[in-house]
């Protein structure tokens, strides 16, 4: 069974950082594209980043020149390294790993910037 267990939300005034980690288990982390998306009530559930197992990489226009996605297969794990953080980037953010049919989704951790 795979299991993809987020960690390093919380809460963090504007302009600070935070450092999310997704470790990966129950399957071969190395095959698929991880990527994190995020979610506030109400909307839809959308893209932030994304690296594919060649280490290409996809940022959303919000976030370009702030955040930065990484991952290190052999420990299992997709980093979001998130700078100059705004007030509007507050959400439940998810990791996530695909592969053609097979979609996996963590538990989402909550982050929150504010004064």
């Known amino acids: 069974q795979v299991h993809l267990v987020e960690s390093g939300g919380g809460l963090v005034q504007p302009g600070g950082s935070l450092r999310l980690s997704c470790a990966a288990s129950g399957t071969r982390f190395s095959i698929y594209v991880a990527g994190w998306y995020r979610q506030t009530p109400g909307k839809q559930r959308e893209l932030v980043a994304t690296i594919t197992t060649d280490g290409i990489i996809n940022y959303a226009d919000s976030v370009k020149g702030r955040f930065t996605i990484s991952r290190d297969n052999p420990k299992n794990t997709v980093y979001l390294q998130m700078n100059s953080l705004k007030p509007e980037d507050t959400a439940v953010y998810y990791c996530?790993?695909?592969?053609?049919?097979?979609?996996?989704w963590g538990q989402g951790t909550q982050v929150t910037v504010s004064s």
């Open positions: 996530n790993l695909n592969l053609a049919l097979r979609t996996y």
